[in-house]
Protein backbone atom coordinates (compact mmCIF):
# COMPACT_ATOMS: atom_id res chain seq x y z
CA UNK A 1 0.00 0.00 0.00
CA UNK A 2 2.90 2.86 0.51
CA UNK A 3 4.39 2.18 -2.85
CA UNK A 4 1.06 2.80 -4.25
CA UNK A 5 0.29 5.83 -1.80
CA UNK A 6 4.05 6.71 -3.25
CA UNK A 7 3.26 6.33 -6.87
CA UNK A 8 0.25 8.32 -6.07
CA UNK A 9 1.83 11.60 -4.64
CA UNK A 10 4.23 11.66 -7.46
CA UNK A 11 1.23 11.59 -10.41
CA UNK A 12 -0.06 14.43 -8.27
CA UNK A 13 2.93 16.97 -7.89
CA UNK A 14 4.34 15.88 -11.37
CA UNK A 15 2.04 19.06 -12.60
CA UNK A 16 3.96 21.24 -10.64
CA UNK A 17 7.42 19.80 -11.00
CA UNK A 18 7.07 20.21 -14.99
CA UNK A 19 5.68 23.18 -14.29
CA UNK A 20 7.97 24.68 -12.44
CA UNK A 21 10.66 23.12 -14.65
CA UNK A 22 8.76 25.13 -17.37
CA UNK A 23 9.04 28.05 -16.10
CA UNK A 24 12.88 27.50 -15.44
CA UNK A 25 13.71 26.92 -19.13
CA UNK A 26 11.36 29.50 -20.54
CA UNK A 27 12.14 32.40 -17.72
CA UNK A 28 11.68 35.36 -20.29
CA UNK A 29 8.09 34.02 -21.38
CA UNK A 30 7.31 33.12 -18.00
CA UNK A 31 7.99 36.13 -17.13
CA UNK A 32 6.50 38.10 -19.42
CA UNK A 33 3.14 36.72 -18.79
CA UNK A 34 3.95 37.22 -14.92
CA UNK A 35 4.76 41.15 -16.09
CA UNK A 36 1.25 41.99 -16.88
CA UNK A 37 -0.11 40.47 -13.58
CA UNK A 38 2.24 41.11 -11.46
CA UNK A 39 0.94 44.01 -8.91
CA UNK A 40 3.56 44.96 -5.93
CA UNK A 41 2.16 47.20 -3.44
CA UNK A 42 3.05 50.64 -2.47
CA UNK A 43 5.00 49.81 0.89
CA UNK A 44 7.00 46.51 -1.16
CA UNK A 45 8.16 48.70 -3.83
CA UNK A 46 11.43 50.04 -2.91
CA UNK A 47 12.16 46.99 -1.73
CA UNK A 48 11.34 44.83 -4.88
CA UNK A 49 13.48 47.54 -7.09
CA UNK A 50 16.44 46.89 -4.00
CA UNK A 51 16.64 43.47 -4.81
CA UNK A 52 16.21 43.81 -8.46
CA UNK A 53 19.12 46.04 -8.69
CA UNK A 54 20.84 44.04 -6.45
CA UNK A 55 20.66 40.64 -8.64
CA UNK A 56 20.42 42.83 -11.80
CA UNK A 57 17.03 40.83 -13.00
CA UNK A 58 14.23 42.80 -13.13
CA UNK A 59 11.18 41.55 -10.90
CA UNK A 60 8.68 39.75 -13.01
CA UNK A 61 12.14 37.27 -13.79
CA UNK A 62 12.57 37.57 -9.96
CA UNK A 63 9.05 36.21 -9.18
CA UNK A 64 9.44 33.67 -11.72
CA UNK A 65 12.25 32.21 -10.31
CA UNK A 66 10.50 32.07 -7.21
CA UNK A 67 7.03 30.80 -8.44
CA UNK A 68 9.07 27.50 -10.24
CA UNK A 69 11.13 27.24 -7.11
CA UNK A 70 8.44 26.72 -5.28
CA UNK A 71 6.70 24.41 -7.07
CA UNK A 72 9.52 22.33 -7.65
CA UNK A 73 10.57 21.97 -3.78
CA UNK A 74 7.03 21.57 -2.28
CA UNK A 75 6.41 18.99 -5.12
CA UNK A 76 9.87 17.46 -3.64
CA UNK A 77 8.08 17.67 0.04
CA UNK A 78 5.15 15.57 -0.58
CA UNK A 79 6.82 13.10 -2.91
CA UNK A 80 9.24 12.38 0.05
CA UNK A 81 6.28 12.98 2.78
CA UNK A 82 8.47 15.18 4.41
CA UNK A 83 5.88 18.11 5.79
CA UNK A 84 3.19 17.36 3.39
CA UNK A 85 0.58 19.59 5.24
CA UNK A 86 3.03 22.95 4.84
CA UNK A 87 3.40 21.86 1.42
CA UNK A 88 0.12 20.87 0.43
CA UNK A 89 -0.82 24.30 1.92
CA UNK A 90 2.00 26.35 -0.09
CA UNK A 91 0.75 24.66 -3.24
CA UNK A 92 -2.84 25.43 -2.18
CA UNK A 93 -2.68 28.80 -1.92
CA UNK A 94 -0.12 28.75 -5.26
CA UNK A 95 -3.04 27.08 -6.97
CA UNK A 96 -5.69 29.85 -5.64
CA UNK A 97 -4.01 32.88 -6.25
CA UNK A 98 -3.26 31.51 -9.85
CA UNK A 99 -6.19 30.84 -10.65
CA UNK A 100 -7.40 34.23 -9.45
CA UNK A 101 -5.17 35.69 -11.52
CA UNK A 102 -5.12 33.32 -14.54
CA UNK A 103 -9.05 33.26 -15.47
CA UNK A 104 -11.46 35.71 -16.56
CA UNK A 105 -14.41 35.29 -13.98
CA UNK A 106 -16.58 37.96 -15.59
CA UNK A 107 -17.62 35.97 -18.36
CA UNK A 108 -18.71 32.58 -16.40
CA UNK A 109 -20.86 31.57 -19.40
CA UNK A 110 -17.80 31.63 -21.70
CA UNK A 111 -15.49 30.37 -19.78
CA UNK A 112 -17.14 27.08 -18.82
CA UNK A 113 -17.46 26.47 -22.72
CA UNK A 114 -13.70 27.14 -23.65
CA UNK A 115 -10.41 25.64 -23.08
CA UNK A 116 -9.88 27.94 -20.04
CA UNK A 117 -12.83 26.03 -18.37
CA UNK A 118 -11.15 22.76 -18.46
CA UNK A 119 -8.39 24.71 -17.14
CA UNK A 120 -10.11 25.79 -14.51
CA UNK A 121 -11.41 22.90 -13.60
CA UNK A 122 -8.10 21.13 -13.33
CA UNK A 123 -7.31 23.65 -10.75
CA UNK A 124 -10.46 23.26 -9.16
CA UNK A 125 -9.70 19.76 -8.69
CA UNK A 126 -5.94 19.78 -7.82
CA UNK A 127 -6.59 22.07 -5.03
CA UNK A 128 -9.05 19.45 -3.66
CA UNK A 129 -6.38 17.18 -3.81
CA UNK A 130 -4.41 19.40 -1.99
CA UNK A 131 -7.02 19.58 0.82
CA UNK A 132 -7.07 15.82 0.86
CA UNK A 133 -3.29 15.95 1.42
CA UNK A 134 -3.06 18.41 4.00
CA UNK A 135 -6.39 16.36 5.55
CA UNK A 136 -4.15 12.84 5.82
CA UNK A 137 -0.20 14.90 6.37
CA UNK A 138 2.05 12.36 6.78
CA UNK A 139 0.37 9.43 7.38
CA UNK A 140 1.99 6.50 5.50
CA UNK A 141 -0.59 3.72 4.74
CA UNK A 142 -0.68 0.81 7.03
CA UNK A 143 1.94 2.37 9.75
CA UNK A 144 -1.40 2.94 12.05
CA UNK A 145 -3.04 -0.17 11.43
CA UNK A 146 0.31 -2.39 12.29
CA UNK A 147 0.81 -0.31 15.10
CA UNK A 148 -2.28 -1.38 16.43
CA UNK A 149 -1.68 -4.80 15.41
CA UNK A 150 1.57 -4.96 17.49
CA UNK A 151 -0.19 -3.14 20.42
CA UNK A 152 -3.11 -5.83 20.84
CA UNK A 153 -0.69 -8.53 19.84
CA UNK A 154 1.53 -7.34 23.44
CA UNK A 155 -1.39 -6.72 25.57
CA UNK A 156 -2.63 -9.98 24.73
Same mark, same amino acid.
Given at each position: ??????????????????????K?????G?? !????????? $????????????????? $?????? *???????????????????G??????????????A? *?????????? =????? =??G?????N???????LI?? *???S?? $????? =?????? !? =?? !??
Amino acid at each position: MQVIFLIGRILFVAIFLVSGVRKLLDLTGTA !HLIEGKLWI $PDVAAPYAEKISTMTGM $PTPQLV *AIVLAVVQIVFALFIIFNVGSRFAATVLAIYVAVAT *ALSFDFSNLG =ELARS =EAGTSLLKNVALFGGLLILF *AIGSWQ $PGLIE =EEEEYA !H =ET !HA
